[in-house]
């Protein structure tokens, strides 16, 4: 199938397949950028807590060279830096004594003073991922332009990417030795079909608004909170055999509330008549048309006869309002 190509492709690659591959590549990047921004500030304070230690010893040997000055009940003073001679502002805890609070200082001291060289290189290294999380993502807006490689550049990026761990590889199922494109979807060869299930409700609004096509199917149990499922499928092309729905609506039943049920309802349509209000949570969504399905859950084992990725705390997420 297009998604699982392993070599380059752009002659036989459909543009718009090449157009959601480039979208996903760069929504997991910005989000990277995000928790790399997050995680920068709080390192950096960290780091920046821990560079104080030489500070909070000096302080506890001015709070022992005047003990009679900060009796208990105390929990903002001025104290005299025995070391620099400055007036400097601390906070104490009004329950402790004078001597309990340098030990307290002490502490920090100590902490800070083990931890400040370990504080500096996670700076510098995250500093460093967010820098190559920006590169890899200009690298991937230039490929808004038109360009003979963009096939080929696009899976040099996937490749980085999944070595930089913004995405991880999708693990093909019932085809020995496929190598697929890298999403951050769970996949399933299902009939010769490529079919996609959303980890949780973030994934789920991406992989129904964005990933999908409009011809594409669309699957979600109904009454329950579950997975979005979507099966690719060739624009103009005939629905699915019976028995092939079938197994993708066991497998939507699988991935949701409903797992444990002797029978769910499975909904089933084209994505283009599933749509997000505005407002709607993450996950949620309504779908028009189509039909629904009855089927007995399915677990992935049970469906290719090994193992195969199986749900995480975030499978049972996302909803859908039928």
Request: proline share 6%; aromatic share 6%.
């Amino acid at each position: 199938m297009p998604m699982c190509k392993t070599g380059p492709s752009t002659s036989r690659q459909l543009p718009d397949e090449f157009a959601a591959r480039l979208r996903m590549l760069k929504t997991a990047c910005r989000r990277a950028l995000k928790r790399e921004k997050r995680t920068l500030a709080r390192q950096t304070a960290e780091r920046d807590e821990a560079a104080r230690w030489p500070w909070y010893r000096q302080m506890a040997d001015s709070l022992l060279a005047a003990p009679g000055s900060f009796p208990r009940g105390t929990r903002d003073s001025t104290v005299r830096n025995v070391h620099t001679g400055q007036e400097d502002r601390i906070s104490l805890n009004a329950k402790l004594t004078v001597h309990e609070n340098a030990q307290l200082l002490y502490k920090k001291a100590r902490k800070g003073e083990r931890g400040e060289k370990v504080a500096v290189a996670r700076v510098m290294q995250t500093q460093q991922a967010l820098a190559d999380s920006e590169a890899l993502l200009a690298s991937l807006l230039d490929l808004d332009t038109p360009r003979d490689d963009a096939g080929s550049r696009l899976e040099d990026l996937e490749h980085q990417a999944r070595q930089m761990g913004i995405v991880k590889t999708a693990a093909a199922s019932g085809r020995k030795g496929a190598a697929c494109t890298a999403v951050p979807y769970r996949h399933f060869t299902i009939d010769d079909y490529d079919v996609y299930v959303g980890k949780t409700e973030t994934q789920n609004d991406e992989l129904t608004s964005t990933f999908a096509r409009p011809w594409d199917i669309w699957a979600h149990v109904s009454a329950h909170a579950g997975s979005h499922v979507v099966m690719r499928r060739q624009k103009n092309a005939d629905w699915p055999a019976r028995q092939t729905l079938a197994k993708v609506a066991s497998l939507a039943a699988w991935f949701s509330k409903a797992r444990h049920t002797s029978y769910a309802e499975v909904h089933v349509t084209e994505a283009r008549f599933v749509r997000k209000p505005r407002k709607f949570p993450p996950g949620r969504v309504v779908a028009e048309r189509g039909k629904t399905v009855r089927v007995a859950p399915r677990s992935p084992k049970e469906l290719f006869g090994r193992k195969q990725p199986g749900p995480g705390s975030s499978a049972d997420s996302g909803e859908e309002s039928p």
